[in-house]
């Protein structure tokens, strides 16, 4: 029996990032008891002017200018439904929502 690997939710913590808000990102994401998914603080990401960056591993989903009050609809959505949250999608490393 194969089991998936566990989720791990980056939420940076760097410079920039706490500027725009990333501090309550990591809170909203901490508040919500997501079974299998680990949530971390992280160093910058690479992201700064379109922070705060959130990175869901083992997916490669880079979400970008999260706020608070979106984490419900990313833990729902994508953590617990596997569907990612396409509006957020950073769209320099998911270029092909960019013309949708």
């Given at each position: ?50 922070g705060p ?14 706020k608070p ?32």
């Amino acid at each position: 029996m194969e089991t998936q690997p566990l989720r791990c939710v980056l939420i940076c913590q760097h410079q920039s990032c706490q500027r725009q808000g990333s501090v309550a990102v990591l809170e909203a994401f901490q508040n919500l008891k997501i079974s299998g998914v680990t949530i971390e603080a992280s160093g910058c990401q690479g992201q700064c002017n379109i922070g705060p960056t959130v990175r869901v591993t083992p997916d490669e989903i880079w979400y970008y200018r999260v706020k608070p009050e979106e984490v419900p609809l990313i833990v729902e959505q994508h953590l617990k439904h596997g569907e990612p949250v396409q509006d957020k999608l950073n769209p320099r490393i998911h270029p092909r929502y960019l013309y949708s």
